[in-house]
């Protein structure tokens, strides 16, 4: 993997993180399962300035579920969503997309995966249902074979990750979809340049609406994202709120080539720490895997 920011698992930066020691490094450089102490991640998430975007591969068989196993992790309504699939993929991907969700709230609330209580808001945004578990805000994507999970404390989170497609029909849809100011930055690229632009520009769309939970019932062309890679911020203006921009976060996510992706959060971050989830053995302070993780 090249190195991309002052990730925990990037190459040769990775030793710059204060939880990894030289040893610790190394194992990345050989792609050994890494221990993570799960205190570690919560302490991080102390300070409501960091987030951590979870990257998950969903053809890494030896360190996902399979779906028998995640389906057991399920509750009732999602065991109902996953039967409305009519196709096995996109089934499978859900499955094992909720399975390691579940599993990675399950090590930050401290409880078994499949009693942490997952509920939707009127627009279908997921959120924790227990009181007690308020404190800790969550948001998940897939597209492919490739998810996300975004975490953070005490602020609303979305996160959005999507294929790139050449084939798609991104002219007509950037005409129906995409703000004026938008439109016309992305008309002055290379044709070429086009497919990829697109769909930075819709992800990051995306994630700022699943921020705010509202998610598509609000018109895509009435707010307007940065059509650059790298902005510190993607969020430019907001139509009927002129201090959103101020109010909120919108960044790019690295992730598989092939993909585009973006994480919005409420407030300011100060750092989106991207984990790798099939490189990573939780632990908790014991010193064990929990909850039946190995």
Known sequence: MEP?????????????HPMLSPMLAHRIALKVPIPIQAKDLRDELASRANVHVWRVDLRADQKIDSVAESMRLLSAHERIRANEFQRQEPRTNYVKTRGVLRRLLGIYLQQHPAYVKIETAEFGKPFLASSADAWLCFNVTHSGTQALVAIGRGRRIGVDIEQVREDLEHSSLIQKYFAAEERAELAQLPSPDRPRAFFDCWTRKEAYLKATGR????????????TRAGAPNALIRVED?????????????????????????????????????????LTESTGGPPFGMN
């Open 241 to 281: 709120d002129p201090l959103a921009a101020a109010r909120w976060t919108l960044r790019d996510v690295p992730v598989a080539p092939g993909y585009s992706a973006a994480v919005a959060a409420e407030g300011k971050i100060l750092e989106v720490r991207c984990l790798d989830y099939a490189a990573a053995w």
């Open 215 to 226: 998610g598509l019932f609000t018109p895509l062309d009435s707010f307007v994202v940065s």
């Open 4 to 16: 991309v920011g002052n990730y925990l698992f990037v190459g040769q930066r990775a030793r710059k």
